[in-house]
C-alpha cells in the first residue's frame, strides 16, 4: 500500500485559501487519492476523489500532477468550522480493503 | 452516500469486563471494517468483517480479545473482551463503496471507551 506524507499541522485565518499537500510516491497505476475530514468526536468524513489532473466539488479542490505523487487540497475562504484534521489516502477505489490512514494535518482556522 | 449508526457513543467500564459495540448500515454493503483511534492519535485498522466468513485480523489484533460478529449485511459488532486501561480508546467502524466511482467509506460515529 502506498503511503502518504503530509505535514503534521497548519494555521490559517478565516477567509483565507488553505492548501494541503500530500506526497505519495508509491502510488500504483489503479489507484485514486482521496481526502478525509475528522472532526473531534466524529468518525472521519469523505471529502474528495480524484485520479489525475483536477478535481472539484461543493466543499474543495483536489489537484494532482501528472506523475501522480502528490496531490494538493485546496479549501477556499476557510471558517472555524473547518477546524479538523484532514487525511490524505491513497485507495484502489474498488471498495475491497480497509482504508489506511497516515498521520494526517491538524488545520486550525482562526478568527 | 451510506448512513452508520454506531451504539453506544461513550461507556466506561471496570477492568476485566467486555463491551460490545454495535454498527447499523442502511443498505447492504459486501464488508465491514473496525478500526481503533487513540486520542490524537491516526486510525488503526482492526479486522475486515465479512458476511457469512470468519473476520480478518491486522497484525497486533486477535479474535479473543476483539471477536466481531456479522450476521447479515447491514450489522456488525465488535466486542472488546476482558478490558483493561490499555483499551481506553475510540472504536470506530465503516462500510465499503460500492462500486469505482464512490462517495468514499461512511464511519460511524465512533465509540469512545473509558476503562477504569
Known amino acids: 500500500l502506498a503511503k502518504t506524507t503530509q505535514p503534521i499541522s497548519m494555521d490559517s485565518y478565516e477567509g483565507q485559501e488553505v492548501n494541503i499537500t500530500c506526497s505519495h510516491n508509491n502510488i500504483a497505476t489503479n489507484d485514486y487519492i482521496t481526502w478525509y475530514q475528522q472532526f473531534p468526536s466524529q468518525g472521519p468524513r469523505f471529502i474528495i476523489q480524484g485520479y489525475k489532473t483536477k478535481v472539484t466539488n461543493e466543499v474543495a479542490s483536489l489537484f494532482i500532477p501528472a506523475d501522480r505523487k502528490s496531490s494538493t487540497l485546496s479549501l477556499p475562504r476557510v471558517s472555524l468550522s473547518d477546524t479538523a484534521v484532514y487525511y490524505c489516502?491513497?485507495?484502489?477505489?474498488?471498495?475491497?480493503?480497509?482504508?489506511?490512514f497516515g498521520s494526517g494535518t491538524r488545520l486550525q482556522v482562526q478568527p | 452516500s451510506a448512513v452508520i449508526s454506531q451504539k453506544p457513543s461513550r461507556d466506561i467500564c471496570q477492568r476485566g469486563t467486555s463491551l460490545t459495540i454495535q454498527c447499523q448500515v442502511d443498505?447492504?454493503?459486501?464488508?465491514m471494517f473496525w478500526y481503533r483511534q487513540q486520542p490524537g492519535q491516526s486510525l488503526t485498522l482492526i479486522a475486515t468483517?465479512?458476511?457469512?466468513?470468519?473476520?480478518?485480523?491486522e497484525s497486533g489484533f486477535v479474535i479473543d480479545k476483539f471477536p466481531i460478529s456479522r450476521p447479515n449485511l447491514t450489522f456488525s459488532t465488535l466486542t472488546v473482551s476482558n478490558m483493561s486501561p490499555e483499551d481506553s480508546s475510540i472504536y470506530l467502524c465503516s462500510d465499503s463503496p460500492r462500486g469505482r466511482v464512490t462517495y468514499g467509506y461512511t464511519f460511524g460515529s465512533g465509540t469512545r471507551l473509558t476503562v477504569v
Open positions: 468483517a465479512n458476511q457469512g466468513s470468519e473476520a480478518t485480523y
Open positions: 489516502l491513497v485507495d484502489s477505489g474498488t471498495g475491497r480493503r480497509a482504508l489506511t
Open positions: 443498505s447492504q454493503v459486501t464488508m
